[in-house]
């Protein structure tokens, strides 16, 4: 090749875009690799050891007609050094692929690369462009519960400073997912009795599933409701709220905050939880997924939940930040009495 020809394909004195556009391309494949490595076992299947391309693709891609495609995923996997190659062996390279195969939560995160981040915001522009709409069912839920795992340690803080150690206390959690937080607040306090309501069916059939592994069925109940309208337990000390409001149309975050006030005994509180408006990339993407969505709406802003809790006759804390860097925030109402 001429010279003259390189210097054209490289775009000539713009050549500086076209290094990072290769460059960008190199952490792209990377991210779709180990993504799907990933999601569908690849990863923890060579954590236990280096494995021959015939076991790989009995597993992976057991078709004959698919093997000499496996076979150049599998060198691609090595061209990103992801994978070691030892004449027809692979092996995991790298700390990045080791992490993944002990930590769920990191795993998720580069999964929810591709399936959360690239797709919210391709897809959007989409289905815009088509005149349609992301719909909840367009969310890879799986994967965003397991990345919501990222946030246990900071969440476990919170209920340690805010529900006693000790003395009788009812908890509520709205939303509870597979119930973790009310198993770690009984296993914290342990006059502690537990409610959780839950949207999704399947998932509180898990959370009752784990409440019983864990010896604590007469201590939590999870029932399936939405908090729109499931009745609600009375006399509660404290109701939890954390990682939901999005999940609700802002026309009706008032009217659930009244209910949850309604909830509490005199001197409970409610703690809010969660993600609100103006943050970095990543919770940006959250925004941009619960705000197009018809069913959802967008994060919220501490003003609008404080305004709320006030409206339903909740004495309101200033808002504290929990992350740095990122408006993580904790929003406290209280009622009255003790
Ligand atoms: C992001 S997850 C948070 C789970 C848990 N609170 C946590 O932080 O790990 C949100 C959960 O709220 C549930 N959910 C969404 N809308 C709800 C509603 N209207 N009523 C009750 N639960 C709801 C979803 O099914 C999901 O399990």
């Known amino acids: 090749m001429k010279l003259s020809t390189l210097w054209k394909m490289m775009g000539g004195w713009r050549f500086p875009t076209t290094v990072r556009m290769a460059k960008m391309l190199g952490e792209t494949q990377r991210a779709s690799w180990l993504a799907a490595a990933s999601k569908f076992g690849v990863i923890r299947a060579l954590a236990k050891g280096a494995l021959s391309l015939d076991t790989l693709a009995q597993q992976f891609a057991p078709a004959p007609e698919h093997r000499a495609g496996f076979a150049a995923w599998l060198r691609h996997g090595v061209l990103l050094k992801q994978l070691r190659q030892h004449e027809q062996t692979y092996a995991l390279r790298g700390s990045m692929t080791r992490r993944m195969a002990t930590d769920d939560a990191y795993a998720a995160l580069v999964e929810g690369m591709i399936s959360v981040q690239s ?42 400073a805010n529900v006693p150690a000790d003395g009788a206390h009812t908890l509520l959690e709205i939303g509870c997912g597979n119930a973790h937080y009310l198993r770690h607040a009984c296993g914290a306090n342990d006059r502690l009795q537990g409610h959780g309501l839950e949207l999704d069916a399947a998932v509180a059939e898990t ?24 009745p609600l337990p009375t006399d509660v000390d404290t109701v939890l709220l954390i990682n939901l409001l999005y999940y609700l149309p802002m026309t009706q975050r008032a009217g659930v905050l009244g209910r949850l006030a309604e909830s509490l005994a005199p001197g409970g509180r409610v703690l809010v939880a969660g993600y609100c408006a103006g943050g970095g990339l990543g919770s940006n993407i959250l925004d941009l997924w619960f705000s197009a969505m018809p069913e959802t709406g967008p994060l919220p802003t501490t003003e609008a939940i404080t305004e709320d809790l006030e409206a339903a006759g909740l004495s309101v804390a200033p808002p504290r930040q929990l992350m740095p860097g990122d408006p993580y925030m904790l929003v406290v109402g209280t009622r009255s009495g003790s």
């Open 119 to 160: 797709n919210g915001l391709y897809k959007s522009l989409e289905r815009w462009s088509a005149g349609e709409s992301l719909t909840l069912a367009d969310v890879d839920a799986g994967t965003v519960a397991r990345i919501s795992n990222m946030l246990t340690p900071l969440v476990e803080e919170v209920l340690e």
């Open 207 to 230: 959370a009752r599933r784990q409440i019983d592994a864990a010896g604590l069925g007469a201590r939590i109940d999870v029932t399936t409701g939405d908090v729109c309208d499931a």
